[in-house]
């Protein structure tokens, strides 16, 4: 790594492994595109992702200070139907995609209750790069 990268890029490669958000500078992609910032709330479901990928779906890891545990969810209820999480197969990214309300049913006490709560956590800054609209012809993608 440090012989193609150097110690700067070792040291790079170290922070992106430690989960360290690494913001490539304003032309690192070149002339060509222009880089954006946007700031918007970070999902938080409040539980283990698995609690909705294996049948039957069970409520595990819920985070006890939680807008699910507020909402009144409890470790161990049977979710019987559930809306606002989609799962997903994924190998580098969240196994669910979490909308910005969860409606969750579980079966307690041999009767169905339903249980919302919002997922916005704290704000996050997502970028973005776009193409310049004055080099469309002189870029090559």
């Not at 070792?10 to 913001?23: A, H, K, Q």
């Not at 890891?61 to 997903?88: C, H, Q």
């Not at 800054?125 to 012809?137: H, I």
């Amino acid at each position: 790594m440090r012989k193609e990268l150097g110690a700067a890029g070792e040291g790079d490669f170290d922070r992106m492994l430690r989960g360290e958000l690494i913001v490539p500078p304003e032309g690192a992609f070149g002339a060509c595109f222009t880089r954006h910032a946007a700031t918007h709330p970070r999902p938080e479901l409040g539980m283990s992702e698995d609690s909705f990928l294996v049948a039957p779906y069970t409520v595990t890891g819920l985070a006890p200070d939680s807008a699910a545990a507020r909402a009144g969810l409890k470790e161990g209820d049977a979710i019987v139907s559930f809306t606002g999480v989609t799962p997903r197969v994924a190998h580098s990214a969240a196994n669910v995609i979490v909308g910005p309300t969860v409606n969750i049913v579980v079966e307690r006490e041999g009767r169905p209750r339903l249980f919302s709560f919002p997922t916005a956590g704290a704000p996050m800054v997502e970028y973005s790069w776009t193409l310049r609209p004055q080099w469309p012809g002189a870029c090559l993608l």
